[in-house]
């Protein structure tokens, strides 16, 4: 099946996992991979938007090192600022997914409820590898590569940019949430791949600076 919003396309369909994916394309002609996890349908892939909705440009964005090969493989990287801009990064129908929204998706997936609301690194038996587009096995620990991307959310090391330094590309990805915390932070989520990192097979919630620039993943509400 199909829609049409304002100059964009979707169709979804159900696949052997019984996730419903499917594709969606913006007004700038990027063409998403998208899921459909709890109460949501997600970007599967991250927002490599440069305008906002009534087309002035973003004041960040900023694709990984600067490579324009890392575009469709990570994304681009946005401040706060823009995330909570007024204008919307998002496309129309779309919105930055909330704190809530990470806690409705971690809840589909079974993160424990009692987890949902904590900071710092949550979930059991690596539940976040279901997340993650890639996991590779490690010195110290072997992952159930059938659980990888299980969930089609296509998460990948993407890294992060402070300044004028991207880093931490391969070793973690961060994204922003639609939620202030207060005046100079904001909710964020991050997972970790690096083959040091304990951390592998959660994630976590926490509070981080407003001028740091990561990922950004957009929801909408699924039409009954």
């Known amino acids: 099946m199909s829609s049409t919003y304002a100059n964009t396309v979707s169709t979804h369909k159900v696949i052997a996992t019984g996730n419903i994916v499917g594709a969606f394309t913006d007004p700038e002609g990027n063409r998403y991979k998208t899921v459909k996890l709890g109460k949501l349908e997600w970007f599967a892939e991250n927002l490599r938007a440069t305008q906002f909705q009534d087309g002035s440009p973003v004041g960040s964005g900023f694709i990984p090192k600067d490579d324009e090969e890392n575009l469709l493989k990570y994304g681009r990287l946005y401040h706060w600022q823009d995330v909570n ?105 991050t997972l970790a791949y690096s083959w040091w990192n304990y951390h592998k097979g959660e994630i976590r919630r926490a509070k981080l600076n407003k001028d740091y620039m990561f990922s950004v993943r957009c929801v909408r509400d699924i039409k009954k």
């Open 85 to 189: 801009d007024k204008r919307k990064l998002c496309p129309a129908g779309w919105r930055i997914a909330t704190d809530e929204d990470w806690q409705d998706m971690e809840r589909a997936i079974g993160i424990a409820e009692s987890e949902l609301s904590k900071e710092g690194w949550r979930g059991e038996n690596d539940i976040a590898i279901t997340l993650k587009a890639e996991q590779p096995d490690t010195l110290f620990k072997k992952f159930d590569q059938t659980r990888v991307n299980q969930n089609h959310f296509g998460a990948t090391a993407a890294g992060v940019k402070i300044g004028n330094w991207y880093i931490m590309q391969g070793m973690y990805t961060e994204f922003w949430t639609g939620t202030n915390a207060t005046d100079k932070e904001a909710y964020a989520r």
